[in-house]
């Protein structure tokens, strides 16, 4: 089976811009999850989408949004990014809710 | 408030010896706990899962822990290889998954020939 795929793998983008992350999930799992990685903060939960529903969401602001289409296929927006948004962005995908986390290879933003 | 601790230092081991992570958490009443490997601009990798009832996991040379009563899990490598250097994450679900998963930040492990 083929792996998660996140697209693109980096993304330059200045102040006040927005942005839009894509992941493709393995074949046949439900659950996406999206996390925020860095080196001060760690690996931080943003939300999760289970068969095109938010089932949960991270601590992060309303700027941050997703969506999950009926293929299953994620898409995780970012409006008036801010300097501190650098960071890498990671998409898992689960069988079911909050299951075994199958990672993608991550989107490294970097906002100037 | 909820915390998961791991060691932020990174943990040297000689090639060969038993490596030990630990990861430490308050205030969570965990279903269950995962461990995760992840390599420099990679994405982490599922190693490891054992539940709130199991005590011990095995998987060739990894084991896992897990004691609720001291609100921890341990995570060894025998025979360690300088390829097991990575960083290594615990994660948490609790709330039977609906909160879903929450990562500590992570061991940094260096096996040195």
């Known amino acids: 089976k083929a792996g998660v795929t996140q697209t693109p793998r980096y993304l330059i983008k200045t102040r006040g811009q927005q942005v839009t992350l894509s992941c493709s999930p393995i074949?046949?799992?439900?659950?996406v999850s999206w996390y925020q990685q860095t080196p001060g903060q760690g690996l931080q939960f943003l939300f999760e989408?289970?068969?095109?529903?938010?089932?949960n969401k991270g601590n992060f602001p309303g700027r941050f949004s997703g969506r999950q289409f009926s293929n299953s296929r994620s898409e995780m927006n970012v409006s008036t990014l801010e300097l501190g948004d650098s960071a890498l962005y990671l998409c898992?995908?689960?069988?079911?809710?909050?299951?075994?986390?199958?990672f993608g290879p991550g989107t490294r933003l970097l906002v100037l | 408030s909820q915390k998961i601790e791991q060691n932020s230092e990174a943990l040297n081991i000689q090639e060969g010896k038993t490596a030990t992570l630990t990861c430490n958490y308050t205030n969570y009443s965990p279903a269950y706990l995962q461990w995760y490997r992840q390599d420099p601009g990679r994405g982490p990798v599922f190693l490891l899962l054992i539940r709130e009832n199991e005590k011990e996991k095995r998987k060739e040379r990894l084991k896992v822990t897990f004691d609720t009563t001291l609100k921890q899990s341990l995570f060894h490598i025998t025979a360690s290889q300088p390829a097991d250097s990575a960083t290594y994450l615990c994660a948490l679900v609790s709330g039977g998954g609906a909160d879903g998963l929450t990562f500590g930040k992570g061991t940094h492990l260096i096996i040195q020939p």
């Open positions: 989408y289970f068969s095109e529903t938010q089932r």
């Open positions: 898992a995908s689960s069988l079911g809710r909050s299951g075994t986390q199958y």
């Open positions: 074949s046949g799992h439900r659950s």
